[in-house]
């Protein structure tokens, strides 16, 4: 069981916007930052968003994030067949002292 | 643009050694902190440890008393074992170089920017 919550799958067809949220507690989300990865299948993790709201180099602004108290969301717009992936919200938790990643929400595109 | 490359064995023997290194290409390992992440076959992510340039480590605290990691700046590369090993360890192992910083306002983050392709660790007999 994951310390931070994510719904197991999400859906949205082609251009549409859909939101993924993770949700955690007074010792990670509350008071530290939220980080989103992608993964696509069979590749390894890469960074989609740091510091909740804050997108490398690359990223396009189709990618969103946002966090309030203890729950943080990544909103994707513009929905495309490409973002058919899994992904993870990250965020340091001061209680185990370590990075806690969510359980991860697999994206359809319909 | 950085790189790293996970390299150790694809099989290893449970209550055995799992030792895995990652080789990192394309930059200098200062001022990072070089973490482990794994994800088993179907599930999540797993942060395992960070080690940084000067040697810190933070180690998973479920994992912890399992753990020992190294780095060899001169060769740039670090590693990781993992002793006694169960099947519950069977895992895609990930190495990825990591940025730690803390603020008042935004408080502690480890950001996880570049990653390797990941290596297969299967612990069976």
């Known amino acids: 069981q994951s310390v931070l919550t994510q719904p197991p799958s999400a859906s949205g067809t082609p251009g549409q916007r859909v939101t993924i949220s993770c949700s955690g507690s007074?010792?990670?989300?509350?008071?530290?930052?939220v980080h989103w990865y992608r993964q696509l299948p069979g590749t390894a993790p890469k960074l989609l968003i740091y510091s909740n709201n804050q997108r490398p180099s690359g990223v396009p602004d189709r990618f969103s994030g946002s966090e309030s108290g203890t729950s943080a969301s990544l909103a994707i717009s513009g929905l495309q067949s490409e973002d058919e992936a899994d992904y993870y919200c990250?965020?340091?938790?001061?209680?185990?002292?370590?990075?806690?990643f969510g359980g991860g929400t697999k994206l359809t595109v319909l | 643009q950085v790189q790293l490359q996970e390299s150790g064995p694809g099989l290893v023997k449970p209550s055995e050694t799992l030792s895995l290194t990652c080789t990192v290409s394309g930059d200098s390992m200062s001022g990072y902190h070089w973490s482990w992440i794994r994800q088993s076959p179907g599930k999540g992510l797993e942060w395992i440890a960070y080690i940084s340039n000067s040697g810190t480590t933070n180690y998973n605290p479920a994992l912890k008393s399992r753990l020992t990691t190294s780095i060899d700046m001169s060769k740039n590369r670090f590693s990781l074992k993992l002793t006694s090993v169960t099947a519950a360890d069977t895992a895609v192992y990930y190495c990825a170089r990591g940025s730690l910083s803390y603020s008042y306002l935004r408080g502690s983050q480890l950001t996880l920017d570049y990653w390797g392709q990941g290596t297969l660790v299967t612990v069976s007999a």
């Open positions: 990250a965020s340091w938790d001061d209680s185990l002292n370590g990075l806690v």
């Open positions: 007074s010792s990670n989300i509350a008071v530290n930052t």
